[in-house]
């Protein structure tokens, strides 16, 4: 299979891990030797009830019955998406009513810039440096990182950036701003929390201007920081929230949420002003219900909290700085990025898996599914402190 998948499977980078995957099960992944591997990154945080939950197997199982895709996105009412974006209304404040349900989480961010546009009739969009919002072209706009992004210009035009938690950048923010489009924790730049009520003041700098303020939840998003979305820890309320990733449960997904009234500005002028043909996917919707109820209803995301105090307590060695991030959104910040790729490589030998982040190369990921139990964290943080040990004495 290896050699099949390097011939005939495009590759993302020249050097992928490449574990065969045979099947996976809670917090583990089984390689076609049967090894088991302790998941530490959920599939990049994909995947908040672990694998193969057995409520969202079934619902996927229950859908599959009754029927697949039918027709393009918002023609017809099928019950999966409909419920699901009325649980979602339903664990939000106002003024949030209505989600646009997508195949991505950059999908998602493609049609909240156009509402922005479309509901201001302004066209400038602020993002913040070492910003990660995806990676079509769009989304690409929005990134703060040019490294990335220099062999696919140009790019959408008007576009500015301001410096994460810099106060003073927010003069920036003026009457020609469509939208200030914010990870409410930066991902791809270490798992940066927002400081000294940072979202807050871009708030208010939003209304004073008239632009709209859209917060990209997909990564800190269902339940990963102790609640259903980030934005609730900081005293903030956007205009336009995105999400994606552990909506899903595993299964592709991306949705925009906001008030009927900017919403429905995509129905005219012009008519279908955005389309998916598989947005709102019956089978993805179901398993994205069974995930969202069972993070609602259940314990696990005040667990959260408690499981982020469990792997700090453990997680304490002299080549750790710094553990960043809230809840089971955690990167280790370590000496050198040499020290990271050894312990990356070497927990995946052992039984570990750990990943990168996309900007920090001194950062670990440790995303683990919501579901992880107090035993596997102490087992996985012992992993990393002996690799660690070995690293230092060598």
């Not at 449960?249 to 949705?255: E, K, S």
């Not at 910040?333 to 030998?349: E, F, G, M, R, S």
Request: glycine share 8%.
């Amino acid at each position: 299979m290896i050699s099949d998948f390097f011939k005939y499977q495009a590759q993302t980078s020249t050097h992928p891990l490449a574990m065969e995957v045979s099947h996976a099960s809670g917090s583990y992944i089984y390689d076609t030797s049967n090894k088991r591997y302790l998941d530490f990154v959920a599939g990049v945080s994909a995947c908040p009830l672990g694998h193969n939950h057995p409520k969202v197997v079934s619902a996927i199982k229950t859908q599959l019955d009754k029927y697949m895709h039918v027709m393009v996105y918002g023609e017809y009412a099928q019950q999966p998406a409909v419920e699901l974006t009325k649980l979602i209304a339903k664990q939000l404040p106002a003024p949030f009513e209505k989600t646009y349900l997508t195949n991505s989480g950059t999908e998602a961010i493609e049609g909240a810039l156009k509402l922005a546009r479309r509901a201001t009739g302004r066209s400038e969009f602020i993002a913040a440096k070492t910003a990660y919002h995806g990676n079509t072209m769009g989304s690409m706009s929005v990134m703060g990182y040019e490294e990335r992004k220099q062999a696919f210009r140009p790019l959408i035009p008007d576009v500015r950036f301001i410096q994460f938690n810099v106060e003073e950048d927010l003069n920036l923010i003026t009457c020609k701003t469509a939208c200030v489009i914010l990870e409410t924790i930066q991902g791809g730049a270490g798992f940066i929390e927002p400081q000294d009520d940072y979202l807050a003041k871009v708030r208010a700098r939003c209304h004073e201007v008239g632009a709209l303020l859209i917060l990209d939840e997909i990564q800190p998003g269902i339940g990963r920081t102790g609640k259903l979305f980030g934005f609730e820890n900081y005293n903030c309320i956007p205009d336009i929230i995105v999400s994606g990733k552990g909506l899903g449960g595993g299964m592709p997904i991306g949705a925009f949420t906001t008030s009927s009234a900017l919403m429905d500005l995509l129905q005219d002028k012009p008519k279908l002003g955005h389309i998916t043909t598989f947005g709102g996917h019956p089978v993805i919707a179901a398993s994205a219900l069974a995930t969202l109820k069972e993070i609602t209803e259940t314990n696990l995301m005040a667990e959260a909290l408690e499981k982020e105090a469990l792997f700090k307590k453990h997680l304490v060695h002299s080549l750790i700085s710094e553990i960043r991030g809230k809840g089971l959104m955690l990167a280790l910040i370590l000496p050198t990025p040499d020290i990271v790729n050894q312990l990356i490589l070497t927990a995946q030998d052992r039984g570990l898996i750990l990943f990168w982040l996309l900007f920090e190369p001194k950062a670990v990921r440790i995303t683990p599914p919501l579901t992880v139990s107090n035993e596997e964290i102490i087992e996985g943080c012992q992993v990393i402190l002996d690799i660690l040990d070995e690293i230092q004495s060598s």
